[in-house]
């Protein structure tokens, strides 16, 4: 399979890359972070509503088989833009990944800590002893320590599982007691529409720092590019629409992708619209660098890198 994506990339993007202004027939490869969904609405509006044509880029998406391998590939030079985390990002780079982050497509956290709304855990001083669910280790457990901090427990107090992607069934199934890693826009309405309501607890009202939760990445090389320049024009102009005619664009979405028109996605588009990133190409440094340095209070990197290792000047 992951051959296969490889061979498909290779083809995709075996016309070269465009070095001067972007022309009507630069083709970019953007690599999701997972399959099509509402996380993607700038992406696929920018592309159906002929934002992308416009701005002279000929784009192609990719819907990966496993969400770590995005920014793998693009490294590698098997694509031009990869969706990725902006947790997991700083990973990347301590891997030595040659990449930057070049735009945002949600500038706020998705990521929670859900419970069962029925069940025992009414505050996080009822993790004690319980069994967490999750689907990347690493930055998640962070998260959860951050959160365990403020009630006085540590990890030490609860049993980790890894779920990988099956955080609503292995909650709902009773497999486990909460689940870190579900996204309020997604996983928290799949569980209500299940008839299993959830109780959330949000990260950054325990202290966790704010962040982007989708961003784009690729290659120093490829950051200050007329092509990569276009595409953020576009996914702004798409956004833009998105905001002014939410129903419009849901519309325009569902007609591309017609298996996504249930009450999953329609609720969950409803609830991502507000965090659609307006400007992509908008940073603030010191936000990154902020972050960096709790990932690196957790151990979960060395050091903390110059702003402009992680971030593609435009």
Known sequence: ??????????????VGWSTGSARADDKLTV?????????????????EGGYFKKAGLDVTLIEPADPATPPRLVAAGQGDIAVTYQPTFYLEVKDGMNLQRVGAAIETPLNTL?????????????????????????YEQALLETLLKTAGLTLKDVKLVDVNFALTQALVSGQVDAVIGGYRNFELTEMKLAGHPGRVFDPEDYGFPPYD???????????????????LDATEQATLYILNHPDDAWAMFIKAYPKLDDDLNRQAWKDTVPRLAASPAA????????????????????????????????
Do not use: C, Q
């Open 213 to 231: 939760e989708l961003i784009y990445v690729t290659t120093p090389e490829k950051a200050k590019s007329p092509a990569v320049r276009a595409f």
């Open 1 to 14: 399979m992951y051959r296969n994506l490889l061979i498909a990339l290779a083809l995709l993007i075996g």
């Open 114 to 138: 859900i419970a069962l709304e029925s069940g025992p855990i009414k505050t996080l001083a009822d993790l004690k002893g319980k069994t967490i669910g999750y689907s990347i280790a690493g």
């Open 283 to 314: 940073v603030d440094p010191e936000r990154y660098i902020r972050f960096a340095e709790f990932l690196k209070a957790k151990g979960l990197i060395d050091k903390v890198e110059p702003v402009e290792r992680y971030i593609g000047a435009r």
């Open 31 to 47: 690599i999701l972070d997972w399959f099509v969904n509402p996380d993607h609405a700038a992406i696929v509006i920018a592309k």
